[in-house]
């Protein structure tokens, strides 16, 4: 059992440090304007103005990163020992929040391209996969905050979904939709866990 | 009981990493002198010197760093489980720390521009205001090391705010004012830990 | 008995924070496609398609830090302290972990180079054989879960070095080769990990 | 006492974090060569030999980073609280660990000048200096392991001043001196440490 706790232990460590690095990461996507670019005085505050998408982008994606986080959070919170297929799954979140930085910086460089935001929803859309698949695999699936993980990420699917689909007609709404599912979610999820949570423990 | 300390050591090992990640990646923005800029010599040197303000600002961040990490470590000295909104003020907390690598690239690149000090005090206030929110809401709040927090984020709140007023008049002044900051909190700071944080325990 | 366990704990926590920095930014090799050099349209997804060998590159090296961390966590299973030299084998790991990076980006870059899928192999190669080392030397190799580790470092030791001679000959063999191996242990380790590591505990 | 253990490891967190990240990051100061700048064929190769000042500086600090973590860890080993003198100095360290990146990265680049090998060596002699102060104040100074701990830290202080030294007359054989260092202490390390660590336990 000793054993089994450890390997619990150090997914944690591995997973941890993967998002606290794509979180940091985010924001070297915000370019410091060039020096030869630029006329001192109006033109500076201009530069920082065209950092506005970038920002935007790192504001996004570092509130969906904090959502995954929790919701892996509650996957991982009975100590037990996790299998290789749980396992493995947790690689492929890893791999997909790890991919993060890449979409979001397309999507500060190119925000009214469709491909900068297909790819950040398909991303999202993996990391969702991957924590309903661990969901299915592990053993404290019938708890209360089990039960919240597997919603929270069938919701995030759906909007990976609506999102590409909207993008095709306009990437702005696509945009809009995701800016939605963050603002949207922040004080449901507030008041979600005050009532649920809380009641769960 | 037991689920509740888990939670607690993974906020812990999240905010480690971001700080971490932070701390480091600020020295990436003192930049390597290009070969093809430079005669060999005397012209080595200076653009040397020419790395003197990422230097400082290099210095400055990471010491509000290891300020703002001291005191995210009193909040969390106990073990008991934290709240959701105690969760989602780490995460505000944690984004301005993700963040502070681009206002302190800005003020290295341009240390007379009153928005590069504007932008670096907004960041350090909202740090404060997220340890200030998280300290109402903590449990251990009424114990002496707790109390310090309050002080030290405060303390932390006034001098963005009146750096920002400050560099509206000189943008020097406002970067004066953190450098104070920095340099009479150090030997401050040492002297009410050795006296009051022993105290506490 | 207590220290000893603790050094454990730290071996840990550093390598845990070397794989998740490496796993993080390889992403970085794919390049975010320049304002400048695209005409908006199509032009835009040729760029991305342009990505498609670094993508290929960060999947191949995301998959095989992926497998060494298991290898890494199966080794550290037991609680006991490690010698001098089960330390300095790790360093090696983690120095070949570390510097996955520059090849991965080189194969991105130039996937037609032998030279680019020489060093990867080498560098693989140094980590088998660091986790071959570490296993001579630690005190648990006589359980299952350690035997499995040595046959794992073995096989990628080889594909190691038939991946440098068959790159000799034409450098996409020795890029298949890479490929057959990750996608050819992935189910393999599953069905192994599924009946040989649960049978161990 | 629970609270004291716990803000030791927290130290070890933050402390894991900035080696982890600062290890893993000094790669990047290895360049992958620019595809407009070779003709292929006997050019990538001649590419690749430039970085090889790159990869020795690599190397280097990365030998360095090993031996300071080494340290770092025989000096936490006990579990009691850390005074915030030792709080303080560990930060001293980390800020100097954090830093390396940026000379190591001068070095890699200017491997003949003076100003980069005398700012490394600066560097290390800030880090042992903070060991060495860590040491004064650690409660645990007494025992074996701690006075190695000194001892390494002065032979790592005379070392960067005779470096200095050195550079003055000629740049390499500051160098060199470096490299003896590290090549030096390797195999004196693990001897020690097989006759003396162990003994202490």
């Not at 999202?124 to 309903?132: D, H, R």
Request: with cysteine.
């Amino acid at each position: 059992m000793h054993h089994k706790s450890f390997l619990s232990s150090r997914i944690n460590a591995l997973s941890d440090g993967v998002f606290a690095i794509a979180m940091t990461l985010l924001v070297f996507n915000i370019q410091i304007p060039d020096l030869a670019d630029i006329k001192l005085g109006e033109n500076f505050q201009t530069n920082i103005h065209q950092q506005i998408p970038h920002v935007f982008s790192w504001l996004l994606s570092f509130a969906i990163l904090c959502r995954l986080w929790l919701n892996h959070n509650h996957l991982m919170s009975n100590h037990e020992s996790k299998s290789a297929g749980f396992t493995g799954l947790n690689f492929l979140l890893l791999g997909a929040v790890a991919f993060i930085p890449f979409p979001a910086g397309l999507l500060g460089e190119y925000p009214n391209q469709a491909w900068s935001i297909i790819l950040l929803s398909i991303t999202y859309a993996v990391a969702a996969l991957a924590i309903a698949g661990m969901w299915c695999i592990a053993p404290n699936r019938s708890s209360v905050g089990a039960k919240r993980v597997l919603l929270v990420s069938m919701v995030m699917l759906l909007t990976s979904i609506l999102a590409c689909l909207l993008t095709v007609i306009n990437p702005y709404w696509g945009l809009a939709l995701w800016l939605v599912y963050v603002v949207g979610i922040a004080p449901l999820a507030y008041l979600m866990e005050r009532y649920v949570f809380t009641g769960e423990d």
